[in-house]
């Protein structure tokens, strides 16, 4: 019975077998698909002719008669990219230098202020008058709007800020205050010597910040925990470079509001660093490790993201054991000693070596340790001792250590006190700097304006300390740091934009290969810490791009050539630059600086065009009306200043309207005579081209269009959805679909992007854009010069259905057979046309959407390669029941609280009594403590996207994963054949089988992923810790030491102390930003 049940079964599943193979045969072979593909792409090629009169336009521009006949005069200008960049770092050069000559002079104003001014022991508020950025009002009649500042200002009058922790009648304070008034002057003449200077400040070591021109201090709502004294640019300003090593005790003894502020201590001492610092942190008791086993064995760079790394790390260190300082201290040596033989990019700073012990105190001295790694009359190392908390261990001991070993000992008993008092070993280690009195100019860091929204944007800034040069004195402490700044955006006005054409750029870097300006970098609107973003995580990767950074930060001069990969300004592809499209970058140092400059410009722009209207505008246009004046065409224009402050003016259509209108002003004459003359070229060429428009009538053709490199989009018809999607577009050298036809002799199709049909309720079927370059052979011209200069992008929009109809009609298998899925992609994956009904609303969908198992099996074997990405910043939104089941921290308005700060009664200086009173008892009797969170409250998390790009192959053929479900053979075949001259890909299908679906959930959708999706943790770390350093070069300024140095002052009580109140605030506000 069994084997008559095994041989019936057995006919069953040959049956089947049998039938899916003939199923299989359908799929066509490499020479069928081949052919088929050579003849969709010829039929496209004819259609796209017919809609666009391609063919047609070279010869407009390349007319050499009727340019004969016209008023324009063309001139065409050779590029030299070595040239260029020297020109524009000549430029920046002395732009530069100017803003270093007017810090100077305020240094040298403030030094001599200082020096003269007679100390007061009992000076009080209100002896002399001081303007507070606090206390500036919206309606301040001396407020007026600066268009340079983007916000409203009091000129030639400074203003200060004072830290909420800081007493504002404390007599530092107002002796500080007092002679830096004087400042106001040097300020103004600065101004006067250079209109287009920005903020000039100075921070003081005592914590107030001067700033001219005045102006109202933004505390976007929140509790204001500014302190200058940890601004990026006051921090590299008054020290050198450092090697931070924070070692936390976290033996039994420390737990509860001891450990709390301990996190918040280490956090606070992470954030005092920048990119040119070197950092790490340990935990020991019974034993010592690392804190990150991410970043086990080394220092690594205090950017951004490993900052964030190890602040994070730090949140999870937990309390045990009992504390052996020799083996804590053994350990942070040993690190150090390690880094002797560590390779370049890998040896820290190499300057002012620190260890950072934050404890709650003990009796070990570790005397034996100190001898043999710092032994006297060779103290390499500095120790900062912390005693945090209010804790009952003896603190004698670590007390010696910082005093012993050139440091400086705090003691921490308030969470209030905590960013206050770690910052103190600033001053300690700017002592050799102050008695050199070195006078080094320093560029910092990039970062985002501070003030008023929208502020200025990126900027750098460039520092001097400031010394006391008072006669009879020993100060080892600068006074402070002076600073000026420059944005990345007034550097940028200098770079020759016109000549670079669509695809060119200017960039910049500095010493450790971190971008000033480049066109891709983007910084969030409310990120206001350096980005540390590099070179190679805006630019797709290459050895050849890893020695041009290198050659860059080593402050050489060069060009080079190179084939290269640029991700598309729609973030969605990645465009192959070779052969006439080869990448050149150009490069060389700005002057007296440590930044390189570099162009980059694609191979095929070789000369610049300049156009010259012989006659007046307004009569140019007057007598030829018909050109302007379309009742069906639409003429855009992109928003360029044609004249002045057409960019802002309120009354914009972004059409040729906007011309029009302006003319009737007769007296107006302020015309930019290149942009209007190049934009009314191009507007006399194309002309012709619409009368061909309007008599094609293929009602396929949703709309066409001409945009070109003067600025003009012509769009035909002049329907309300075509205007709304070209006005988006109308500056054509920021359009997507511009830059990457000029960047290809293809024809190039897109689709509006899709990322979820269902769940964005679409049942639309979107367009197809078609576009090709127009080039203009300028020998034609100018018999003198050779080479092509593409100047327009003409292109159609056609409909799915009118794609879709070519596509069954050219490519046979697509019409004959019911059991196949045929779909063209663009070189993205992206779908842009399928016979499959079903799918057409995913017509814009990445591929690994629409058919997950075939895109995975292409991925794999490499027919799509792709560039990755991870955003270790992003936001997201909290998993869902994610809650700490920890005791709930209720605080009243923190807005409210701090409006007291205001009144002077609460600034007496009898609310100074309780400054070591620990408010965080009052706040938190439990030890383990969190913030309630809003159910809305956003989190940090990482996001990985990719954009996806042909490999070397032109056709693949193969079968999706084997997958058998209940005796049916789930496997697919398929078949992909690129489609020569454009950026479509042809791939046929097998149809998936009835009760397949199981199959569906093999394929790890991880390995696909296009769009931004949230990666899980274990990944991003793993990612995140097989990132090696890169080169970089060391700042070759360290003054870490000095004979004259009086190590001796090793221990202090608050320089300003804290008000119970502003404790309260602060301890707050802390343990709301930090959970």
Not at 3 to 19: D, G, P, Q, R
Not at 203 to 224: C, E, H, I, Y
Not at 570 to 583: A, I, P, T, W
Request: aromatic share 10%.
């Amino acid at each position: 019975m069994a084997t008559k049940m095994l041989i019936k079964y057995s006919f069953i599943y040959l049956f089947v077998y049998a039938n899916i193979r003939v199923v299989n045969a359908v799929i066509p072979d490499k020479r069928q698909l081949t052919q088929w593909a050579y003849n969709l792409k010829q039929q496209l090629d004819n259609e796209f002719k017919a809609a666009t009169s391609y063919s047609t336009l070279p010869d407009a521009y390349n007319n050499k008669d009727n340019l004969a006949n016209s008023p324009f005069k063309l001139t065409f200008e050779k590029i030299d990219p070595a040239e260029m960049v020297k020109t524009m770092a000549d430029k920046l050069s002395a732009m530069l230098k100017s803003k270093m000559m007017a810090l100077n002079a305020s240094v040298a104003a403030a030094e001599k202020a200082a020096k003269e001014h007679v100390w007061n022991n009992n000076i009080q508020i209100g002896d002399f008058f001081t303007l507070k950025s606090k206390d500036i009002k919206d309606n301040d009649t001396g407020l007026e709007y600066s268009e340079r500042f983007k916000q409203y200002i009091i000129p030639n009058m400074s203003s200060v800020h004072i830290p909420v922790e800081i007493y504002d009648g404390d007599v530092e304070i107002l002796n500080g205050l007092k002679w830096t008034a004087a400042l106001d002057e040097v300020f103004s003449r600065n101004v006067q010597n250079d209109p287009d200077i920005l903020w000039q400040y100075f921070g003081s070591q005592s914590g107030f910040m001067r700033t001219l021109p005045a102006a109202k201090w933004d505390t976007r709502n929140k509790v204001d925990l500014f302190d200058v004294r940890r601004r990026p640019w006051y921090t590299q300003g008054s020290s050198s470079p450092k090697d931070m090593l924070i070692l936390i005790d976290v033996s039994g003894s420390v737990h509860g509001q001891a450990l709390e502020m301990m996190k918040v201590a280490a956090e606070s001492l992470i954030n005092t660093l920048g990119e040119n610092d070197f950092v790490n942190v340990a935990q020991f008791s019974v034993k010592a490790s690392h804190v990150s086993e991410c970043f086990k064995g080394n220092f690594v760079q205090a950017n951004y993201r490993n900052k964030q790394k190890l602040i994070k790390e730090v949140q999870h260190i937990e309390a045990s054991g009992m504390a052996d300082y020799t083996a804590g201290l053994t350990f942070a040596f040993e690190l150090f000693e390690n880094l002797k033989n560590q390779t370049d990019g890998l040896r820290g700073a190499e300057c002012n070596r620190m260890i950072m012990l934050l404890t709650d105190g003990g009796t070990e001295l570790a005397e034996d340790v100190f001898k043999k790694y710092n032994p006297p009359g060779n103290k390499r190392y500095r120790v900062f001792t912390y005693a945090v908390g209010q804790t009952a261990n003896p603190v004698s001991a670590i007390r010696w250590m910082a005093c012993a070993n050139r440091g400086y000992f705090s003691q921490i008993q308030a969470m209030g006190a905590v960013t206050s008092k770690v910052q103190e070993y600033v001053d300690v280690i700017a002592r050799p700097l102050a008695l050199r009195g070195i006078e080094h100019a320093l560029w910092t860091s990039i970062y985002r304006d501070q003030y008023t929204a929208p502020g200025l944007g990126m900027m750098t800034t460039v520092t001097l300390p400031v010394y006391n040069r008072t006669l009879g004195t020993a100060n080892q402490t600068i006074l402070g740091v002076m600073g000026v700044d420059v944005t990345t955006a007034a550097m940028l006005k200098l770079a020759p934009h016109r000549k670079f054409g669509p695809n060119g750029f200017a960039f910049s870097i500095n010493s450790n290969g971190f971008i000033v300006f480049h066109p891709k970098l983007e910084v969030k609107t409310d990120f206001h810490d350096p980005p540390d973003v590099d070179f190679l995580e805006v630019e797709i990767e290459s050895e050849e791009k890893e020695l041009l950074r290198k050659r860059m930060i080593d402050m050489e001069t060069g060009t080079v050539s190179m084939d290269s990969y640029a991700v598309s300004d729609d973030k969605r592809h990645v465009d192959s630059e070779r052969d006439d499209g080869q990448r050149i970058y150009s490069f060389r140092p700005i002057e007296e600086t440590t930044f390189s400059l570099g162009v980059s410009l694609p191979k095929y722009h070789q000369h610049h065009l300049t156009v010259n209207l012989t006659e007046n505008v307004a009569s140019f246009i007057k007598k030829n009306a018909d050109l302007v004046n379309m009742s069906d065409v639409a003429l855009l224009i992109a928003k360029w200043d044609y004249y002045e402050n057409y960019i802002g003016s309120e009354n914009r259509t972004g059409t040729i309207l906007d011309l029009l209108n302006e003319m009737e002003d007769h007296s107006f004459d302020k015309w930019n005579p290149e942009l209007i003359s190049h934009l009314l070229y191009d507007l006399n060429v194309t002309a012709y081209i619409h009368d061909y428009w309007k008599v094609s009538k293929n009602p396929s053709i949703v709309g066409a269009f001409v945009s070109t490199l003067g600025g003009l989009t012509a769009v035909y018809p002049k329907s309300d959805e075509l205007l709304e999607q070209f006005l988006a577009l109308n500056d054509t050298w920021k359009a997507s679909y511009f830059k990457r036809a000029l960047n290809t002799n293809d024809l190039l199709f897109s689709a509006p992007h899709v990322i979820d049909p269902k769940r964005e309720g679409n049942n639309t079927v979107g367009d197809v854009m078609v576009v090709a370059s127009v080039v203009m052979d300028s020998s034609k011209l100018d018999p003198s010069l050779q080479g092509q200069l593409k100047v327009a992008v003409t292109g159609a929009i056609f409909s799915h259905h009118f794609i879709q109809d070519q596509l069954i009609r050219n490519v046979e298998v697509c019409n004959s057979s019911s059991t196949v899925a045929c779909h063209l992609l663009d070189d993205g994956a992206f779908l842009i046309a399928t016979n499959q009904p079903h799918l057409n609303t995913s017509v814009g969908r990445f591929f690994g959407k629409v058919d997950p198992e075939v895109m995975s099996e292409l991925f794999n074997d490499s027919f799509f390669l792709r560039h990755e990405q991870y955003d270790y910043g992003a936001v997201c939104e909290p998993a869902m029941g994610n809650t700490t089941s920890a005791g709930t921290l209720n605080i009243p308005s923190l807005a409210l609280l701090y409006e007291f700060l205001t009144f002077n009664w609460w600034s007496s200086v009898v609310t100074w009594m309780f400054t070591n009173f620990s408010v965080y008892n009052l706040i938190s009797p439990s030890p383990a403590f969190v913030v309630e969170a809003s159910q809305h409250k956003t989190q940090h998390c990482t996001k990985e996207s990719s954009q996806y790009y042909y490999g070397t192959s032109s056709s693949w053929s193969g079968n999706t994963t084997d997958c058998e479900v209940k005796l049916i053979q789930c496997s697919r075949e398929y078949i992909v054949q690129r489609v020569n001259g454009t950026n479509l890909l042809l791939v046929v299908t097998e149809l998936p089988r009835d009760g397949c679906d199981p199959c569906k959930v093999k394929v790890d959708m991880d390995n696909i992923i296009q769009e931004p999706t949230v990666i899980p943790l274990k990944k991003s770390d793993e990612h995140f810790c097989e990132l090696k350093p890169r080169y970089r070069r060391k700042t070759s300024h360290c003054y870490d030491n000095h004979t004259l140095e009086d190590d001796s002052k090793c221990r202090g009580s608050q320089t300003h102390p804290l008000s119970f109140l502003t404790m309260l605030v602060t301890t707050a506000t802390l343990l709301l930003v930090t959970r």
